[in-house]
């Protein structure tokens, strides 16, 4: 399958870490974000939620933090497995129904 | 229960050619969206459907861009005059509406390049 990109941020763990991913948003309006994996040759997958009255959500091996202040989220995984190895994108919702996407990071577990 | 799939994977055209991508959404799925992703970028929103209306189509980058959905389910897009600055993987999802964001599920995509 083709690779999501070539020159994304990366993040190298080691497997059994817990990693967490960064992304900034644009929008201070926006209020609901999500997360996306994106494994190679394949499109998106969602993870995990969150709305802009909430701080913290989590999920299974998954958190996700919103900073409505700095207009930051970051994504945790714990216990990074092998098979985490992907592309991680945030997105926000804009006013009408449509997801605005960040740039992306690659996120690679060492066995 | 198949998902959203999509054809051709691959599409190698010359600059200038005409080209038809086709989207496959979920059974039942009302809305259905067009992305472009570019190597190394997230998605790009290009436009998206409830039923057979085009209900936004802000993200479609110029008149070369035109997609239809004839019988409010699949759905093609379509490229006139393609450009090498074309070439990306087009993403479509679908979703049983457009208020569940968050039950939009993407097909692999196809990679068009435009040589």
């Known amino acids: 399958g083709e690779s999501v990109g070539l020159h994304l941020p990366t993040l190298s763990v080691q497997e059994g870490d817990n990693s967490i991913i960064n992304c900034a948003y644009s929008?201070?309006?926006?209020?609901?974000f999500i997360w996306y994996k994106q494994e190679s040759g394949k499109g998106p997958q969602f993870i995990i939620d969150i709305r802009s009255n909430m701080d913290k959500r989590q999920g299974q091996r998954v958190t996700v933090l919103l900073n409505k202040t700095v207009k930051h989220l970051s994504l945790q995984i714990a216990a990074t497995q092998p098979g985490d190895s992907a592309v991680y994108f945030c997105a926000e919702e804009d006013s009408s129904y449509k997801l605005i996407f960040g740039s992306g990071t690659r996120l690679l577990v060492r066995p | 229960g198949a998902g959203v799939s999509q054809t051709p994977s691959n599409k190698v055209t010359e600059k200038g050619k005409y080209v038809e991508l086709r989207c496959d959404p979920i059974s039942g799925h009302t809305a259905l969206y067009w992305y472009r992703q570019s190597l190394g970028q997230g998605p790009e929103f290009l436009i998206y459907f409830q039923g057979t209306g085009a209900a936004d189509d802000s993200g479609l980058p110029n008149d070369r861009f035109f997609a239809v959905r004839p019988e409010g389910s699949v759905s093609t897009l379509k490229i006139q005059r393609t450009e090498r600055g074309d070439s990306a993987v087009y993403l479509c999802a679908s979703s049983l509406d457009p208020t569940r964001l968050n039950e939009q599920f993407f097909g692999p995509g196809t990679r068009l390049t435009v040589l």
């Open positions: 929008n201070s309006a926006s209020d609901y």
